[in-house]
């Protein structure tokens, strides 16, 4: 069948999408990752910025070094934002490349579920004409049966 083949091709386009697709959640799911280590690292160095602060403060640091290390720990807030910027984006590519993944599964099932219908369509035609050949050569039997009978008295 000429339609078997052209669904046959169209479930393979379908397979290799669906591939493409987990390629790029792979991809995506790497991203986080790296954004989520990102974010506890600035996270981290935010929180020794402030803790250097805290304690120059305690010590009695000159006004210049406390400038320094209050500008440092606003840098550090400016990094750790950024980073919340970047993983908040990394989560949003995440969830479109799950659901690109979603939508191209289930259109890859769709082919397929097709292609089944059709093999069990198919099947059915098959069974039909064998059992109509069946029913076909039995009616010639019987009516050969009958009328071998009509000839001997």
């Not at 807030?77 to 980073?83: F, K």
Request: hydrophobic residues 45%; proline residues 1%.
């Amino acid at each position: 069948m000429s339609g078997g083949f052209r669904l046959g091709v169209v479930l393979r386009l379908r397979e290799m999408a669906e591939d493409a697709a987990r390629a790029k959640l792979a991809t995506a799911v790497d991203a986080h990752r790296v954004a989520t280590q990102a974010l506890v690292a600035l996270t981290d160095a935010e929180h020794a910025a402030e803790g250097r602060l805290v304690e120059m403060g305690a010590s009695g640091a000159q006004a210049g070094d406390l400038r320094a290390a209050s500008a440092g720990v606003e840098a550090a807030e400016l990094a750790t934002a950024q980073g919340r910027t970047r993983l908040m984006a990394a989560s949003e590519g995440l969830l479109v490349a799950r659901g690109a993944l979603a939508e191209a599964s289930k259109r890859r099932d769709v082919v397929e579920r097709l292609r089944d219908r059709i093999r069990l369509l198919e099947a059915k035609e098959a069974q039909h004409r064998e059992d109509s050949q069946l029913s076909e050569i039995a009616g010639v039997r019987h009516a050969r049966a009958l009328g071998s009978r009509e000839v001997e008295p």
